[in-house]
């Protein structure tokens, strides 16, 4: 069985981008809980945007869980990433996520490295810069640990990064690693722009999918572009995939509106009741 989740952006730098909920953490929990979500996944500025103690009691007091916390604004904030070619940027790129997975992990949330994997060119060659990323999958991963979560790896479409496109190469650089503690996101949107076929890739990615970006092919939510999920519902069944359908999706038409959406064709899907 799977779980819901819906996003929160506090990051500024941000606006615009595909995050559900945007810059008031407890109102975005009051219209989680009222939705009916089991979680939030949230995009933070950094590891002090919100202690651990106001974290909890958010959280228990309006029944969700942290699905996962984004790393991104390592790279949108502060320009990081783990394949830059200086290698000082390299260390506070792992530095930051390392605190965020500090951040998360006491929630049981595990820290997803989607843009903050960059990209290789400028001087650094795809083997190297791969090497780069394994070097610190690894470490983070064993990291992470600590708080029994793994740490979650996201394949992004061909505009965003050139180092992992499909679950395949996901797949790859996955059992590539020392570190048995990463796990594959798949984002349906960078999928529908990478895969051949949705259903196919995830079923190949088995007991790697760790997290699921749920959004439709325009990445507006879930049942607003033209993906077909049916295929994909139950392909999640046949890996037997018991994680979230995380909504990082445009705030289309609007935050409320998109939440709405979401959590309809989530229970329309996974047959949830509410
Ligand atoms: C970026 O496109 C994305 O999908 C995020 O989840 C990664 O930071
Ligand atoms: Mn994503």
């Given amino acids: 069985m799977t779980r819901s989740a819906v996003t929160v952006s506090l990051v500024a730098e941000s606006k615009g981008g595909p995050f559900v909920f945007w810059d008031d953490l407890p109102a975005a929990c009051r219209q989680a809980q009222e939705l009916g979500f089991d979680a939030i996944e949230l995009f933070a500025p950094g590891?002090?945007?919100?202690s651990a103690a106001e974290l909890t009691s958010l959280l228990k007091s309006h029944g969700l869980r942290l699905a996962a916390v984004g790393?991104?604004?390592?790279?949108?904030?502060?320009?990081?990433?783990?394949t830059s070619p200086d290698a000082a940027v390299r260390g506070k790129a792992a530095d930051f996520i390392r605190s965020m997975i500090d951040f998360g992990g006491p929630h049981g949330a595990p820290a997803i490295i989607g843009s903050m994997q960059g990209r290789w060119g400028d001087g650094v060659s795809k083997d190297q810069a791969?090497?780069?990323?394994?070097?610190?999958l690894n470490e983070l991963g064993e990291h992470a640990r600590q708080f029994q979560v793994p740490l979650i790896y996201e394949p992004l479409n061909r505009y965003e990064t050139n180092l992992v496109n499909t679950v395949a190469a996901g797949v790859e650089l996955m059992t590539s690693l020392r570190t048995d503690n990463a796990r594959l996101l798949a984002d349906l949107f960078h999928m529908n722009i990478e895969e051949v076929d949705l259903a196919a890739a995830l079923k190949a990615g088995g007991k790697w999918i760790g997290h699921i970006h749920f959004v439709d092919s325009n990445r507006r939510p879930a049942g607003c572009g033209h993906l077909n999920y049916a295929p994909l519902i139950a392909a999640l069944q046949q890996i037997g995939y018991s994680g979230y359908l995380s909504a990082e999706a445009l705030a289309w038409p609007d935050p409320l509106a998109a939440a709405q959406q979401t959590i309809r064709e989530y229970r329309r899907l996974t047959?949830?009741?509410a």
């Fill in 47 to 50: 590891p002090d945007a919100v």
């Fill in 71 to 82: 790393t991104g604004a390592g790279w949108v904030k502060h320009k990081l990433t783990l």
């Fill in 130 to 136: 791969i090497c780069w990323l394994r070097d610190a």
């Fill in 271 to 273: 047959g949830a009741v």
